[in-house]
């Protein structure tokens, strides 16, 4: 069995470990981990895919992943890289989450024969007796120790309630339960969970004299200073409805050509020999590059089908002159689009009046300036005067684009 550690350090996972050694000693066989997901949300998003990809290699070289859906913990909500209270949710709301991220996460890991398993925390921590758990648990918790955390220490400044406080110590039983009941020696998290990783591994050692593991992975940013998932127009979803496969290829597409080496080891299967020779491109050859993280990171979490044809489309847009970055702006499956009738277009539309229609242009003034400086384009030719009329005859296919300058664009469909 190939050892995960050194899969994890070639491709860039570990920023934490408890005792290296002891670990990959551990990591030698076969072993059962886990990692818990907030299910704050109906979807995780691009930001939860370095602990959903360090399951899918443990499970790969033969370790079981335990995915623990925190139905309990949510509500209290986990004080963790956070700067305010989170809101507390009810009990409804927080199991049809976990429902949807079930389905999400089935995508990447297999749990079929016992392969992998999911559990959700509210099955034992709802159900705990509040005297007994602090007699039973909360003895072993030194409130000295726990304010040296840096979940913690953030949230002084700001103001740290008493549910909050109690996180730590559900987290830790957590990790005792997993252990208890289905030997899981291994927690992974976020950097920002190292507190509470090492908790629950001394409240483990304390209950049951036996040694377990903590593994943390960074806290991504990219180049640019974003954080891992976002854009400018919000959070990139793991769920198709709320972002679609398209728009989720451009989204990796669109990554700094300084982040393409780290994300195709850290969010694709690639072998590392590939990664490497593609992270080597540069200039417009980095291109080759950027289109395999977002096929193969597409492919990870929509499939192949809807991978093929967010690559399709995506070079669809590049062969007819448009560059690729802009259609991160879309907003369907087919990037932005305008339709129109086939008796409007037949009688032919002035190109400023058409981009003021398609809101390329707030105002025809605005269409006429724009025009007239260079920046309108119609099929991926420049239009030389502001009142080119454009019909039928300009159709490719059963389409016209349009684009504004560099990065706003849009089809002109044809209706009946």
């Given at each position: 069995?190939?050892?995960?550690?050194?899969?994890?350090?070639?491709?860039?996972?570990?920023?934490?470990?408890?005792?290296?050694?002891?670990?990959?000693?551990?990591?030698?066989?076969?072993?059962?981990?886990?990692?818990?997901?907030?299910?704050?949300?109906?979807?995780?998003?691009?930001?939860?895919?370095?602990?959903?990809?360090?399951?899918?290699?443990?499970?790969?070289?033969?370790?079981?992943?335990?995915?623990?859906?925190?139905?309990?913990?949510?509500?209290?909500?986990?004080?963790?890289?956070?700067?305010?209270?989170?809101?507390?949710?009810?009990?409804?709301?927080?199991?049809?989450?976990?429902?949807?991220?079930?389905?999400?996460?089935?995508?990447?890991?297999?749990?079929?024969?016992?392969?992998?398993?999911?559990?959700?925390?509210?099955?034992?921590?709802?159900?705990?007796?509040?005297?007994?758990?602090?007699?039973?648990?909360?003895?072993?918790?030194?409130?000295?120790?726990?304010?040296?955390?840096?979940?913690?220490?953030?949230?002084?400044?700001?103001?740290?309630?008493?549910?909050?406080?109690?996180?730590?110590?559900?987290?830790?039983?957590?990790?005792?339960?997993?252990?208890?009941?289905?030997?899981?020696?291994?927690?992974?998290?976020?950097?920002?969970?190292?507190?509470?990783?090492?908790?629950?591994?001394?409240?483990?050692?304390?209950?049951?004299?036996?040694?377990?593991?903590?593994?943390?992975?960074?806290?991504?940013?990219?180049?640019?200073?974003?954080?891992?998932?976002?854009?400018?127009?919000?959070?990139?979803?793991?769920?198709?409805?709320?972002?679609?496969?398209?728009?989720?290829?451009?989204?990796?597409?669109?990554?700094?050509?300084?982040?393409?080496?780290?994300?195709?080891?850290?969010?694709?299967?690639?072998?590392?020999?590939?990664?490497?020779?593609?992270?080597?491109?540069?200039?417009?050859?980095?291109?080759?590059?950027?289109?395999?993280?977002?096929?193969?990171?597409?492919?990870?979490?929509?499939?192949?089908?809807?991978?093929?044809?967010?690559?399709?489309?995506?070079?669809?847009?590049f062969s007819a002159g448009l560059p690729q970055e802009a259609s991160e702006t879309g907003s369907d499956d087919h990037g932005p689009s305008y339709n129109i009738t086939r008796g409007r277009l037949e009688q032919g539309i002035p190109a400023y009046v058409l981009f003021e229609m398609a809101g390329l242009c707030g105002t025809r003034s605005e269409a006429r300036r724009l025009i007239s400086q260079g920046g309108g384009y119609l099929n991926g030719d420049r239009i030389q005067v502001f009142d080119q009329m454009i019909s039928t005859e300009n159709l490719n296919g059963n389409a016209i684009l349009l684009r504004a300058g560099k990065k706003r664009y849009t089809r002109i469909l044809m209706g009946d």
């Amino acid at each position: 069995m190939e050892n995960i550690i050194d899969i994890f350090d070639e491709r860039g996972f570990i920023e934490q470990v408890t005792d290296r050694d002891l670990l990959a000693g551990q990591l030698n066989r076969p072993t059962t981990c886990y990692i818990g997901f907030d299910p704050t949300a109906r979807s995780l998003h691009a930001g939860s895919l370095l602990p959903i990809m360090s399951l899918v290699h443990m499970q790969r070289v033969g370790h079981r992943p335990i995915v623990l859906i925190g139905g309990g913990t949510a509500l209290i909500g986990d004080p963790s890289g956070k700067t305010e209270m989170r809101p507390i949710m009810d009990r409804k709301e927080i199991n049809e989450n976990a429902e949807c991220i079930k389905k999400q996460l089935s995508r990447f890991i297999d749990f079929s024969n016992g392969k992998a398993i999911m559990v959700n925390n509210a099955d034992w921590l709802t159900g705990l007796g509040y005297i007994d758990f602090l007699r039973d648990i909360g003895r072993h918790f030194s409130v000295n120790r726990m304010l040296t955390a840096e979940s913690y220490k953030a949230r002084l400044e700001t103001g740290l309630n008493f549910i909050e406080f109690n996180y730590m110590l559900l987290q830790s039983y957590d990790f005792w339960y997993l252990f208890k009941h289905h030997d899981c020696r291994l927690q992974i998290g976020g950097n920002d969970q190292w507190g509470n990783i090492i908790a629950g591994a001394d409240l483990t050692r304390r209950l049951e004299q036996e040694i377990v593991h903590g593994l943390t992975l960074p806290l991504l940013t990219t180049s640019a200073g974003i954080k891992m998932g976002k854009t400018h127009k919000g959070a990139v979803w793991l769920d198709p409805e709320l972002t679609s496969p398209y728009h989720y290829y451009q989204y990796w597409i669109n990554q700094d050509d300084r982040d393409v080496e780290r994300f195709l080891a850290l969010f694709t299967l690639i072998p590392m020999d590939e990664v490497r020779r593609l992270g080597a491109l540069d200039g417009a050859d980095i291109r080759e590059a950027k289109a395999v993280l977002a096929y193969e990171a597409t492919m990870l979490c929509h499939g192949k089908e809807a991978a093929d044809r967010a690559r399709a489309e995506s070079m669809s847009f590049f062969s007819a002159g448009l560059p690729q970055e802009a259609s991160e702006t879309g907003s369907d499956d087919h990037g932005p689009s305008y339709n129109i009738t086939r008796g409007r277009l037949e009688q032919g539309i002035p190109a400023y009046v058409l981009f003021e229609m398609a809101g390329l242009c707030g105002t025809r003034s605005e269409a006429r300036r724009l025009i007239s400086q260079g920046g309108g384009y119609l099929n991926g030719d420049r239009i030389q005067v502001f009142d080119q009329m454009i019909s039928t005859e300009n159709l490719n296919g059963n389409a016209i684009l349009l684009r504004a300058g560099k990065k706003r664009y849009t089809r002109i469909l044809m209706g009946d």
